[in-house]
Every structure is written in C-alpha cells, then in structure tokens.
C-alpha cells in the first residue's frame, strides 16, 4: 500500500487484558513513531524507532507499555493488564528520516489509528 | 520541554470566510519546526502547512497561511475562503530541529466547524 496502515481499525478489550496493536509503515521508512490520543487530547509521544539505534522510550506511561519493529519495518505496540485509562486511539507514523541533521526535515505520514476501549 | 498551547477548543465560520486559529509555544531552542495538522472525522492526520523558524517569511500553502512571530512564540492559522471540507479538528505541533528529538509535540486541538 502507499500509506502507513494500521490493524486494528478497533480493539474493545476487558480490564486485565493484553493488547497488541500492528502499525506497517510505508515501504522504506526507517523512522517509526507511536502516539496516543486520549478524548479531548493532543497527540503524546510514546516511543520513537530510527534504523538501528535503540528506540526512544521516553514517551511510555508505564512499564505496561512496550513496543517493538521486526526487521527495520513492521511495528508492534503491547498493553499488558490493559486499564480503563488506556482507552484511547491509538497512531503510529513513518518518514524517512536519515542521519539527524539540523534542518533537515522529512515529514511524517500518519495511519489512521487504532480505537481501543478498555472496558 | 517544550509545550504547545491552543487557547481555542472550538471555532465557527461561515463558508466562504475567513478563521484564524490560534497557537503558542514554549522552548528555549532557537531552531525547530512548526506545524499545523488536520484531523477529519477519519482520524487520518493530515499535515496543511509547515515553518521552519529559522525563515523570516511566513509559510502558504493556498488558503492556509501562517503568522509566525517568533519573538512572541505565537504561531496562528489562518484558513481564507473557508469551504466545508475544512471542518475538522487542527493541531499545532513543534519538533526540534536538534539531531535525535524528532517527535512531535501536540496542542490540544481546535476544533473547526464551517456553516453553510
């Protein structure tokens, strides 16, 4: 496909379950980045890959939260014992992004997100 | 960190006229990106306009331009001869332009209602 998709489309899960949420960027993106968008929200970071470095984690609420890329390309994001406060959508985006420069900027291509609800 | 702040949840206009959505920011960086984002109903975010700060001149993108006052830390929306596909919701967003912060900071949105 020409686009960042995502799968699935929508989770309703109970309490106490674990998660797991696919996002396939767009073929030859090496940069992958995961947002949450809570009711009302903003978009928060959650976690960055780029390449081969390590991931930046920096945005993950809780240890519930982890998040993993096989082979440079498709990503996997996992909520353990899911909560209620995880209710939200749930985006992921590509870009081509190569070595960090300054003023170098590749845009970021958004999926359409994955709605999940935590009952 | 920085923060990104949109002063306006909800905004009207009526086709054919003109809106302004509001923006501020905070950081200490002098070099970063700023952007404006549409959401429509179908969740798919959608990038209308960029500024890099180190340009003096605001960014177009044909109805949409910027009003970026760097001084003030103030980047506004402006949506000229408003139609009923602009209705959705607007995020402003930041990124650094510093090598490894390439994430994106969000406002909390605004949300754009175009009357008939």
Same mark, same amino acid.
């Given at each position: 496909?020409?686009?960042?998709?995502?799968?699935?489309?929508?989770?309703?899960?109970?309490?106490?379950?674990?998660?797991?949420?696919?996002?396939?960027?767009?073929?030859?993106?090496?940069?992958?980045?995961?947002?949450?968008?809570?009711?009302?929200?903003?978009?928060?970071?959650?976690?960055?890959?780029?390449?081969?470095?390590?991931?930046?984690?920096?945005?993950?609420?809780?240890?519930?939260?982890?998040?993993?890329?096989?082979?440079?390309?498709?990503?996997?994001?996992?909520?353990?014992?899911?909560?209620?406060?995880?209710?939200?959508?749930?985006?992921?985006?590509?870009?081509?992004?190569?070595?960090?420069? =300054?003023?170098?900027?590749?845009?970021? =291509? =958004?999926?359409?997100?994955?709605?999940?609800?935590?009952? | 960190?920085?923060?990104?702040?949109?002063?306006?949840? +909800?905004?009207?206009? !009526? +086709?054919?006229?003109?809106?302004?959505?509001?923006?501020?920011?905070?950081?200490?960086?002098?070099? %970063?990106?700023?952007?404006?984002?549409? !959401?429509?109903?179908?969740?798919?975010?959608?990038?209308?306009?960029? !500024? +890099?700060?180190? /340009?003096? !001149? $605001?960014?177009?993108? $044909?109805?949409?331009?910027? $009003?970026?006052?760097?001084?003030? /830390?103030?980047?506004?929306?402006?949506?000229?001869?408003?139609?009923?596909?602009?209705?959705?919701?607007?995020?402003?967003? %930041?990124?650094?332009?510093?090598?490894?912060? +390439? /994430?994106?900071?969000?406002? /909390?949105?605004?949300?754009?209602?175009? $009357?008939?």
């Amino acid at each position: 496909g020409a686009g960042v998709s995502q799968s699935p489309s929508n989770k309703v899960t109970e309490k106490g379950k674990d998660v797991e949420l696919r996002c396939d960027p767009i073929s030859g993106h090496t940069a992958l980045y995961w947002y949450r968008q809570s009711l009302g929200q903003g978009l928060e970071f959650l976690i960055y890959f780029q390449g081969n470095s390590a991931p930046d984690k920096s945005g993950l609420p809780s240890d519930r939260f982890s998040a993993e890329r096989t082979g440079g390309s498709v990503s996997t994001l996992t909520i353990q014992r899911t909560q209620q406060e995880d209710s939200a959508v749930y985006l992921c985006a590509s870009s081509a992004e190569g070595v960090p420069q =300054f003023f170098i900027y590749n845009e970021q =291509f =958004f999926g359409p997100g994955t709605r999940l609800t935590v009952l | 960190a920085q923060t990104v702040t949109q002063s306006q949840p +909800e905004m009207s206009v !009526q +086709e054919a006229e003109t809106v302004t959505l509001s923006c501020t920011y905070d950081t200490s960086e002098s070099d %970063y990106y700023l952007f404006w984002y549409k !959401q429509p109903p179908s969740r798919q975010m959608i990038l209308v306009i960029r !500024q +890099e700060a180190y /340009k003096q !001149q $605001n960014a177009t993108e $044909n109805r949409f331009s910027v $009003n970026f006052q760097k001084a003030a /830390k103030s980047f506004s929306l402006k949506i000229s001869d408003s139609q009923l596909g602009d209705a959705a919701m607007y995020f402003c967003a %930041y990124r650094s332009s510093q090598g490894g912060s +390439e /994430k994106l900071v969000f406002g /909390k949105g605004t949300k754009l209602t175009v $009357n008939p």
